[in-house]
Nanobody, 124 residues
Framework: QVQVAESGGGLVQAGNSLRLSCAAS????????MGWFRQAPGKEREFVAS????????YYHDSVKGRFTISRDNTKGMVYLQMNSLEPEDTAVYFC?????????????????WGQGTQVTVSS
């Protein structure tokens, strides 16, 4: 049974920071690519960031480059998303997902397991 769970969401003022955490089943989470996606009301699910199984390859959506940092700790089966300089446009439910393979990917179809989502709200 593969389980994925996000945490760390909340309400913050624009310009502030937030750190999201994602816990995944050890055997899967530590050997597969991981990704973060987000979805705002009335919008499509959007790719945010992804990281390969060993952290060797990382991808970011253009809208978060220079502001967000994805990282992972395979010893603990954790993946993180450090979000700095948050903007109201970042408001969304953020989802953590486990890739089907070891490589990082940018499309949701590549991901097999998903967390329940954590709400991030950025006020102006």
């Amino acid at each position: 049974q593969v389980q994925v769970a996000e945490s760390g969401g909340g309400l913050v003022q624009a310009g502030n920071s937030l750190r999201l955490s994602c816990a995944a089943s050890k055997r899967t989470g530590t050997n597969n690519g991981m990704g973060w996606f987000r979805q705002a009301p009335g919008k499509e699910r959007e790719f945010v960031a992804s990281i390969s199984w060993n952290g060797g390859n990382i991808y970011y959506h253009d809208s978060v480059k220079g502001r967000f940092t994805i990282s992972r700790d395979n010893t603990k089966g954790m993946v993180y998303l450090q979000m700095n300089s948050l903007e109201p446009e970042d408001t969304a439910v953020y989802f953590c997902a486990v890739s089907r393979l070891a490589a990082a990917a940018t499309t949701p179809e590549t991901y097999r397991y998903w967390g329940q989502g954590t709400q991030v709200t950025v006020s102006s």
